[in-house]
């Protein structure tokens, strides 16, 4: 596999959800995958957070993205309902070997980060020439 994801504490929080009737806590940082060619694509829905406040790291193979969306101001007010979560959001991403981890781009608009994986070079099919017997070379895919 070449993008793994993990959160050891997510199944967790929604089996505590379940039991304790909390719905109104979302998954905080929800995100889809996929690949586009020789890039995998990451992209992380984070309305309401500022882009000054998102932190990419990578360390071993492993991107952390951290957000903040600060608390509404409720001095003064009486919250009927307060469903929209703030604070500190994370998740970590393990990228696998065949991934570039060191040409990783970012984009946010529209409260979306999008974040562009190449694959590296090494791990790109090849093709490899043969020659046959009479000395002519012909190539086939790696």
């Given at each position: 596999m070449m993008l793994m994801r993990t959160d050891p504490f997510r199944e967790f929080d929604r089996i505590t959800q379940r039991l304790l009737g909390d719905t109104v806590r979302p998954g905080a940082m929800p995100m889809d995958a996929y690949r586009e060619d020789d890039t995998f694509v990451v992209s992380f829905d984070l309305p309401g957070v500022r882009a000054d406040s998102i932190d990419l790291e990578i360390e071993r193979n492993v991107l952390t993205v951290r957000a903040e969306r600060a608390a509404t101001a409720t001095k003064g007010r009486e919250?009927?309902?307060?469903?929209?979560?703030?604070?500190?959001?994370?998740?970590?991403?393990?990228l696998g070997e065949s991934l570039d981890g060191d040409n990783i781009t970012a984009d946010y608009a529209d409260g979306v980060l999008t974040l562009r994986v190449p694959v590296a070079e090494q791990a790109k099919p090849r093709k490899i020439s043969i020659s046959e017997g009479d000395g002519q070379a012909r190539e086939i895919n790696a």
């Open positions: 919250m009927v309902i307060a469903e929209r979560p703030s604070g500190t959001f994370s998740r970590e991403l393990f």
